[in-house]
C-alpha cells in the first residue's frame, strides 16, 4: 500500500530515479558543479536553476567557488577588493544587472539611430518619386507636342500637291496656326524627349537604391529589437574554447 | 529503495535524457563482478560494453606515455558522447571513479553529468535525478523572488 502511495506522489520518472541525487556525497557534487563551471557547460542559469531543486543542492550551488569562477569568466573587468563583504553570487547579481541596463540602452540608441536613417531614406525616396512624376510628365507634354509639329509637318508637305477643296483649306489652317519653326522645334523636342527618358532611367535606378538601403535599414532595425540582450560580451568561440580536456582544471582534495 | 519492475520507459524529458533502459542496473554497484584485469576495486556492473571500455581506460590512464593517456581520454569521452548511458549507470562510474581515484575517468563522467543538468529547468533537473524538494512552498516562492535576474527574457 505504501508503494502505492509513493507511486501516485511521484511522477514515473521521478520515482524511477528517486534518490538518485542522494547517491552522490557532497564533494562529488561539489566536483560536479566545479567542473562544469570551469569548462563553462553551466552558466548562472544553470546554478540558480540547481538551487532551486532542493536544500542541499541549493547550499552546493551558493558556493563562493563557482561564482567567484563566473565573474572571472563573465564579468573580468573589475577587480574585486578584498573589502568586498557580500558573497559573489551577489556580486555576480549585481553586475549581471548593472549590464542588462547598459546593454539596454545601448540597443535603445542604436534603435534611435536606425530609426533616423529610415526616416532619412524615406524623405529621399519621396524626393525622389516627385521628380520622377515632373519628369513623366514633361514627357508626356513633349511628346504631345511633337505629335502636334509632326501633323504640322505633313500638312505643309501635303499641301505641295494637288488636294481636294476642303482637306487643302484645312491643312492650310494647320500650317499657319503653328507659329514656331517646325523643323528647328522638332528636333529641339526629339532631343528634350531622349534627356528625359535618360533622366527618368536614372530617377528609377536612384529609388531602387534608396529602396535597397531603406530595406537594409529596416532589417537592421528588426535585428537589434529581436536581440536586445547579447549573451555577456563572450564569443561562442571563447567559451567553446574553455572546454578543455581536463588539464587546466583547479583539483579538489578528494579526501 | 523498493524495486520496481519497469517494463516501457519513455522518457517525458528532452531527448538528451539517457535512456532509462538499463534493465539491470540498480543504484548499488554489486562488487562480486569479477574482472579480467587485477584492480584493487572491482568495477561495479554495468553492461558488458562500458565495462569493457571502462576497464580499457584504466589500463591506459595508467600509462606512462603522455599520448597514450590523451588518446584514451578522448576515445572514452567520444563513446560517453555517442552512446546513450543511463543516468544511473554515469553515477555508479563516477562514484567508482572518486573511489579508485582515477581523475580522467571522474571528469569525463563528471562532465557528462553537468552536460545533463545544462540548460535544463527547475523541473526538468529534479526528474532527471530524482531529486526530492525539500522545500516549503513559501521558501518555494521566496527562491523564486529571489532568482528573477536569471530568468529574464
Known amino acids: 500500500m505504501n508503494e502505492f502511495l509513493h507511486f501516485l506522489r511521484f511522477s514515473r520518472l521521478e520515482y524511477m530515479n528517486q534518490g538518485l ?17 570551469n569548462t563553462s557547460c553551466l552558466t548562472y542559469k544553470d546554478l540558480c536553476c540547481i538551487s532551486m531543486s532542493c536544500r542541499r543542492l541549493n547550499r552546493l550551488s551558493k558556493e563562493d567557488v563557482l561564482w567567484s569562477k563566473l565573474l572571472s569568466f563573465d564579468f573580468p573587468a573589475h577587480v574585486s577588493s578584498s573589502t568586498d563583504r557580500q558573497s559573489p553570487k551577489s556580486i555576480y547579481q549585481i553586475r549581471f544587472e548593472k549590464d542588462k541596463v547598459k546593454k539596454l540602452l545601448a540597443e535603445r540608441r542604436a534603435v534611435l539611430r536606425i530609426e533616423s536613417r529610415i ?4 524623405r529621399k525616396l519621396h524626393e525622389i518619386e ?24 505633313e500638312a505643309s508637305t501635303a499641301l505641295k500637291v494637288w488636294q481636294p477643296e476642303i482637306i487643302h483649306s484645312r491643312q492650310k489652317q494647320i500650317v499657319e496656326n503653328c507659329s514656331v519653326p517646325v523643323g528647328f522645334r522638332i528636333n529641339a523636342l526629339e532631343m528634350e524627349i531622349k534627356l528625359c527618358k535618360q533622366h527618368i532611367s536614372g530617377f528609377l535606378r536612384a ?49 | 529503495m523498493a524495486e520496481f519492475n519497469e517494463t516501457d520507459q519513455t522518457p517525458t524529458v528532452d531527448p538528451k535524457t539517457p535512456n532509462l533502459g538499463d534493465s539491470t542496473t540498480s543504484s548499488q554497484p554489486k562488487p562480486e563482478q569479477i574482472t579480467t584485469i587485477d584492480v584493487a576495486v572491482p568495477i561495479p556492473d554495468v553492461g558488458p560494453q562500458l565495462q569493457v571500455v571502462v576497464e580499457e581506460f ?29 543516468i544511473t549507470t554515469l553515477l555508479v562510474v563516477v562514484k567508482y571513479a572518486h573511489e579508485v581515484k582515477n581523475v580522467d575517468l ?43 535576474w536569471a530568468f529574464e527574457d
Open chain 1, 119 to 122: 526616416h532619412e531614406h524615406t
Open chain 2, 106 to 148: 571522474l571528469d569525463a563522467f563528471c562532465e557528462r553529468v553537468a552536460d545533463l543538468i545544462k540548460d535544463k529547468k527547475v523541473v526538468e533537473v529534479r526528474e532527471i535525478f530524482g531529486i526530492v524538494n525539500d522545500f516549503t512552498p513559501g521558501e518555494e516562492q521566496a527562491l523564486r523572488y529571489e532568482h528573477p
Open chain 1, 21 to 37: 541525487e542522494m547517491s552522490l556525497p557532497d564533494e562529488l557534487w561539489r566536483w560536479i558543479l566545479e567542473l562544469g563551471v
Open chain 2, 58 to 86: 584504466i589500463l591506459k590512464s595508467g600509462s606512462d606515455d603522455e599520448e597514450v593517456r590523451t588518446a584514451a581520454t578522448n576515445e572514452l569521452r567520444d563513446f560517453i558522447e555517442h552512446e546513450e548511458i543511463g
Open chain 1, 207 to 255: 529609388r531602387k537604391d534608396e529602396n535597397d538601403r531603406l530595406e537594409a535599414a529596416k532589417e537592421r532595425l528588426s535585428k537589434v529589437k529581436y536581440h536586445p540582450l547579447q549573451s555577456f560580451g563572450l564569443d561562442d568561440e571563447s567559451r567553446n574554447s574553455r572546454k578543455s580536456t581536463g588539464k587546466n582544471l583547479k583539483r579538489v582534495k578528494h579526501e
Open chain 1, 130 to 153: 516627385g521628380r520622377l512624376v515632373d519628369e513623366n510628365e514633361k514627357l508626356k507634354a513633349a511628346i504631345d507636342e511633337l505629335k502636334g509639329l509632326r501633323r504640322v509637318k
